[in-house]
């Protein structure tokens, strides 16, 4: 066995498999992160899409309250199950208004996000560790009704 690790062949070989192995490797490992960026990338864009719709459809009503309809809440309760999410409704009183997992209803919701919502930003963040999406986004009247 000793006098197979000696001979120059035997190292030949082992250096071209391990010269053909290693890139092997590393080009495997730089697309599983360029396709899992791209990945999360479609998701946040297809969820952003969908967030914006639910606060269109929210701000035709001039009160947060107006809008919690038996259906409106079926319908975020289905986005909520399609996405794998949570959604929480927040009013101009920093109260929840809607949760969907039916936690926090009714609590004031204090958070950075959500006070720059309120001034008209939006927040998105990605959670690598966990994996989680979170988006804030404004509800504002339109006036439609």
Known sequence: ???LF???QSRIIISIFAAGI???????MIVLNACHASFVYQRMSEIRHRCSLISTQLGVY???????TSETAERLNWYSEAYGGRLLVVDD????????????????C?????FGAFSGNTYEHYDSSSGYLE??????YSGAN
Do not use: C
């Open 110 to 114: 204090v958070s950075d996000a959500v």
């Open 62 to 68: 001039s009160e947060i309250e107006e809008s919690m």
């Open 22 to 28: 290693v890139p092997i490797i590393i080009l495997h």
């Open 1 to 3: 066995m000793k006098k």
């Open 93 to 108: 009183e920093f109260r929840i208004v809607l949760d969907t997992y039916s936690v926090q209803k009714g609590k004031t």
């Open 135 to 140: 988006f804030v986004l404004p509800v504002t």
């Open 6 to 8: 000696n001979s120059l």
